[in-house]
Every structure is written in structure tokens, then in C-alpha cells.
């Protein structure tokens, strides 16, 4: 039996063995214990107890927050588009048809007959989706099928397979990039990238877009700030971070120039094909096949299913260490529902495509050599893209404030629908981006069109502008 004089020997012992640091700390936690448990018994004791009248006239006087705030009359929400029917080289907008230089079908392959035939085959023998991630009952066959024609086709180890291409390169980078890390991305990146960096939790330092020299003027500071602090750069990790096709300009990146750097600078590279991949290189391969550079300098190739290949999804590609890392910590991989078997099929049918007609992708960039050269006979606009590039960005030549510039050409566009060639506006959250790009019209280039389709759309894109600008 434990007695109380045993009990006051324990505690002297006690005191006498600690230093003067433990038994301050011990005072204070105790001081702290006393302080929580009388504070809590007194407040209590002093919280004021309404009526039951009392009660009931705050809650007949409490007015809640609304769900959603005023939305203006001129909200774009409340002036949606409606398409009929499939969208192809022609677009049905609210009873109209269109020509259509709005979607990126840049192949022509969405609604292309043999793929829906083997999209319904898919669909009668799995069903409409899993309902499940990859990880647990959401992988089927073609699931593996994809990943493995991929991993060929791009001519690497593995590739992985994501269920929507945004959270392809969100997912993909915070899997590597860490606190502590230092990630330099070039500052007119897509959404999609600058999620991935904000998941990352990393040091982000952006560097003047497509400006080689800037960001090797920023790798040379970095290095003497790692000269200085060498315990603390042997622990922080170097990314760097590009599009090989700007989905916000239409340029392409300098990749020779930057793989240069990387080597010399030692960085993990991660480049983002989205809008490469199936459009540049003999192949369609992207990028990387379009400059000739060796695969084993980019440490990671991503890119959408969404664009050229014509339907969902997206997918990382590399050496199977670095692709097999994101199975457990690509977070879009490991959490989304996995990409229904139908769509599977039809990424499938595309690398088939690919594989057996590599001439289409020499007719998407004749059409984009052609809608380039008609690009300097428009008034009224400035331009960016690389005559290469399927995406061209339309701005007004006589600049303004940016509410202004938007406003206009939400006006252009809408009046461009009305006369029969669907172009959109370039929305962007204005209060996330990172660098917010000006207000500019999209224009995409399918393989489909022909010359007097180019013709056609220069024709209404011009008169239109003519007229909502003189009326401005």
C-alpha cells in the first residue's frame, strides 16, 4: 500500500534530481492546468442564461447569409451558349451552324465513327464507369492496355494513367516537390501547373516567360545562395517546371535551352505536352520528338487525353521509378473515380490513329501554318502563336483597361456565333491566376478545314469586329 510519506520522498527525490530548467517548465505547465481548469469553472459560472422569450426573439430576428450572393444581370452564367448535337469540324450554338474555331479537337477525331463503334463495345461489356480509384476495384483491362500503349508510344519505361487532364500535372507535382524545395516555373503557365505548385508547398520563383536568360540569371543568384548555406542546398531539392505548348499564348517552349540549363544546374524537369502531344513531332509524340532531345533529360512528360487525342483524361510518362511513385502519392490518382472504360477505349483508338495515319498530324500543322499566315490581315488585332501551335491568341490592337478589353470581346465573339463561326473569349480567374493574362480571343485549328473555311472565318472575324469596335 502506497502511504502518503512514501509518496512526499518519491516527489522530493524528484526535485532534487532535475535541473532548475525542467522544474521551471513543470511549474509553468502546472500553472497553466490550474489557470485552463478555474478559467473554464469561472466563465461558466459567469456566462449570462437567456430566457426562452429571449431565445425566440433572436431567432425571429436572425437573418441567415444567402447560398449565393447578387449575381449582375450581365453575368455570363445567366447568358450561356447552348450546342446541339456533336461537336466536329462545325458546331450547332443555339440553333446555329457554325464553323468551329472554339473546341481543341485539333485531329478532327471527336465523333469520328470507328471510335464510337469501339467506345459502345466498351460500354456494353463494362458498363459506364467503376465508381472506384485505380488503387482499390476501379482498374479494368483497358485501363492497363492504355497505360502499357503509352509507355510505347512515347517510347518510356511506364506511364500512368489520370482520370481528368487537370488533375494530371496538379497531381504530379506536389508527389515530388516538397516544403523545403525550390521549383522555377516559367510565369505564363496554365491553371492546372499553378495548382500543382500551390499543392507543392514549395519556394516558387517564376521566371520571364520563355525568357531563357532570365532564369539563368535566377539559377546563378540561387547558386550563390547555396555556396553560402551548403548544409542547408544539400537538403532542398531543384525543379523546373514548363509547358511545351503555352495554352495561354500559343508559344512554344525553347526546350534545347532549357534542357541545357537543367543539366548544368542540376534540375528535376517536368514539362507538361498537353497540347503537344498528338500535334508536334513526326509522330505526334511531342515535344521532345519535335526538337529531337533526349527522353532522359525530362525527368517527367505529362499531358492531357483532352485535346488532340479527342476525349478524357490525362497521363504522366517516365522511367518506371519515377511513375510507379505516383500510384501511391499522385493524389488525382490515388483519390478520382478512374477514367470509365469507354473513354479508355477511345484514348486507345486514338494512339491507333496515331500509329497508322502519322500524316494527319502533317495536315493539323499545314492548318496551322495557314491560319498563321492569315493572322497579320486582321486589323484590328494583335496576335501570339507559333505558327505551329493550334492554339492563336487574338488581342486589341488599341489596348485598353482590362474590364473594357473583355467586355468587347465577349461582344466580338457573341456576334461572331450570330453570323456563323463559333470563337470564344479566353476566361480566366482573375483573382487565382498567378500572372493574369490579357483578355484575348482563342482561336483553335482543326485539321478538318479547309482554305475557304480559313478564308470564311478571317472574313467574319474581321467584319465583326469592324463593326462592334466602331460602335465601342
Excluded at 122 to 151: I, M, N, Q, W
Excluded at 335 to 351: D, K, N, R, V
Aim: proline share 4%; aromatic share 8%; charged share 25%.
Amino acid at each position: 500500500m502506497v502511504t502518503a510519506p512514501y509518496i512526499i520522498n518519491e516527489i522530493y527525490d524528484i526535485i532534487q534530481k532535475s535541473t532548475a530548467f525542467e522544474l521551471t517548465l513543470e511549474a509553468l505547465l502546472a500553472l497553466g492546468v490550474i489557470w485552463i481548469v478555474f478559467y473554464k469553472r469561472n466563465n461558466g459560472k459567469r456566462e449570462k442564461r437567456l430566457s426562452a422569450e429571449q431565445r425566440a426573439k433572436l431567432i425571429e430576428e436572425w437573418v441567415p447569409e444567402p447560398l449565393v450572393g447578387d449575381v449582375p444581370v450581365d453575368h455570363p452564367a445567366l447568358h450561356t451558349h447552348v450546342v446541339y448535337g456533336k461537336v466536329g469540324k462545325t458546331i450547332n450554338i443555339d440553333g446555329k451552324q457554325c464553323l468551329n474555331l472554339a473546341s481543341h479537337n485539333y485531329l478532327g477525331l471527336l465523333g469520328d465513327e470507328n471510335f464510337e463503334q469501339e467506345a459502345m463495345k466498351s460500354l456494353r461489356k463494362y458498363g459506364v464507369g467503376s465508381c472506384g480509384p485505380r488503387g482499390f476495384y476501379g482498374t479494368v483491362d483497358v485501363h492497363l492496355e492504355l497505360e502499357e500503349r503509352l509507355a510505347k508510344f512515347m517510347q518510356v519505361e511506364e506511364a500512368v494513367v489520370y482520370s481528368y487532364a487537370f488533375s494530371t500535372i496538379a497531381s504530379a507535382i506536389p508527389a515530388y516537390a516538397k516544403r523545403g524545395d525550390i521549383v522555377f516555373v516559367d510565369e505564363s503557365v496554365n491553371f492546372s501547373i499553378q495548382k500543382g505548385l500551390d499543392a507543392s508547398r514549395s519556394k516558387i520563383v517564376f521566371f520571364k516567360h520563355n525568357d531563357v536568360a532570365d532564369l539563368k540569371r535566377l539559377l546563378e543568384e540561387q547558386a550563390v545562395e547555396d555556396k553560402r548555406n551548403p548544409k542547408k542546398a544539400m537538403k532542398r531539392r531543384r525543379f523546373l517546371v514548363t509547358e511545351a505548348i503555352y495554352m495561354n499564348t500559343g508559344e512554344i517552349c525553347p526546350l534545347p535551352e532549357m534542357v541545357e540549363l537543367r543539366k548544368r544546374y542540376k534540375l528535376r524537369m517536368f514539362l507538361d505536352e498537353s497540347l503537344s502531344f498528338g500535334v508536334l513531332g513526326e509522330n505526334g509524340r511531342g515535344l521532345v520528338e519535335h526538337f529531337n532531345v533526349d527522353k532522359t533529360e525530362v525527368d517527367l512528360r505529362s499531358a492531357g487525353l483532352e485535346w488532340a487525342a479527342g476525349t478524357i483524361g490525362g497521363f504522366c510518362a517516365g522511367s518506371s521509378f519515377i511513375v510507379e511513385h505516383q500510384r501511391l502519392s499522385g493524389l488525382g490518382y490515388c483519390f478520382s473515380a478512374s477514367l470509365p472504360p469507354l473513354l479508355t477505349q477511345a484514348a486507345i483508338s486514338a494512339l491507333d490513329k496515331f500509329e497508322t495515319e502519322p500524316k494527319i498530324f502533317v495536315e493539323l500543322r499545314d492548318c496551322c501554318r495557314k491560319v498563321s499566315q492569315k493572322l497579320p490581315s486582321l486589323v484590328d488585332f494583335t496576335f501570339r502563336g507559333d505558327p505551329l501551335s493550334p492554339v492563336k491568341h487574338l488581342y486589341l490592337k488599341n489596348k485598353t483597361d482590362p474590364q473594357t478589353e473583355k467586355s468587347l470581346m465577349d461582344q466580338i465573339s457573341r456576334e461572331c456565333i450570330d453570323t456563323g463561326l463559333a470563337v470564344i473569349t479566353s476566361e480566366y480567374l482573375e483573382h487565382l491566376e498567378k500572372n493574369n493574362p490579357r483578355p484575348s480571343i482563342r482561336l483553335t485549328v482543326n485539321r478538318l478545314l479547309t482554305d475557304a473555311d480559313i478564308d470564311d472565318a478571317f472574313r467574319i472575324l474581321q467584319q465583326v469586329a469592324k463593326r462592334v469596335l466602331a460602335a465601342a
